[in-house]
């Protein structure tokens, strides 16, 4: 099971439109797949057509022992309402605002370990996507012990590059105190423009400064993803060309991030 966070410290630069998509190409691939929802928004919950009711990840993180995780996660809407010929699973662990009462900055060893302690002995998935909030307290931290790797997320632009260039410093002192096989799976360039000169600017940038973990291929913007989300469909199928291509890109930065969790376990 490869454990994956999916991280930015920048708000807004489509972190779970990016949990969605590569939850999107694994459902399509047959990977037996969980997306964690740690972000208090509960965006990806919304996303994926996660119904309510069950006992969502913050109540499950209080009594991470008792937690009972593969009791309370629920299939997400895209495997009822769309045909699933791959025949591939994808639940989510709920999120909610209760998750907020982890997300500070002096959550000491035991407190982060809550999320791993919920996830001990659960093997039935092949993929754990957790979409992490934008910062860098307790509930990231506690997601990336958890993890085996991290995805960061960044748009080509200004703040967005330098908050990832933090992100990469984070990982590193953070591997030393308390994960010490923790890797970067690498970063996703999201929401890119092509006909942007700044976005080809910092693109080169991105390129210079952080070399292979730079992801390929990029992810462009687009326009209907709002209305994909809003329709808790997945962009693999939803009707159009756009889609069509974006579930390609998806589809090789899956790809791509499988690939490390294998390097990462030899």
Not at 17 to 22: A, I, K, M, P, Q
Not at 144 to 168: H, K, M, Q, Y
Not at 189 to 198: C, F, G, L, Q
Request: one cysteine or more; aromatic letters at 6%; hydrophobic letters at 40%.
């Amino acid at each position: 099971m490869q454990v994956v966070s999916i991280s930015s410290l920048k708000g807004g630069v489509g972190k779970t439109s990016v949990t969605t998509g590569l939850a999107s190409s694994a459902l399509a691939a047959g990977v037996r797949t969980l997306v964690i929802d740690l972000d208090p928004h509960g965006d990806s919950s919304t996303a994926l057509g996660a119904p309510t009711g069950s006992l969502d990840i913050g109540r499950m993180l209080k009594a991470p022992r008792r937690a009972h995780l593969s009791e309370n996660v629920v299939p997400s809407a895209w495997t009822t309402h769309q045909r699933n010929t791959a025949g591939g699973t994808l639940d989510v662990a709920v999120g909610s605002a209760f998750t907020g009462i982890y997300d500070r900055p002096d959550l000491g060893k035991r407190n982060l370990r809550r999320l791993a302690n919920v996830l001990a002995g659960v093997d039935q998935y092949q993929l754990v996507l957790i979409d992490c909030p934008p910062s860098l307290n307790g509930l990231t931290r506690m997601a990336w012990t958890a993890s085996d790797n991290v995805v960061l997320v960044a748009e080509p632009g200004l703040f967005s590059v330098a908050g990832t260039e933090r992100t990469i410093r984070a990982i590193e002192l953070f591997k030393r105190e308390f994960a010490p096989s923790l890797t970067a799976a690498g970063i996703v360039a999201n929401r890119v423009r092509s006909t942007s000169s700044e976005h080809a600017y910092r693109l080169d940038e991105m390129r210079s400064m952080f070399g292979p973990l730079l992801l390929e291929p990029y992810i462009p913007e687009q326009a209907n993803w709002q209305q994909i989300q809003g329709a808790a469909h997945s962009v693999h199928h939803w009707p159009g060309e756009s889609a069509r291509s974006s579930a390609a890109l998806f589809d090789e930065l899956l790809a791509a991030v499988r690939k490390q969790g294998k390097q990462t376990r030899r």
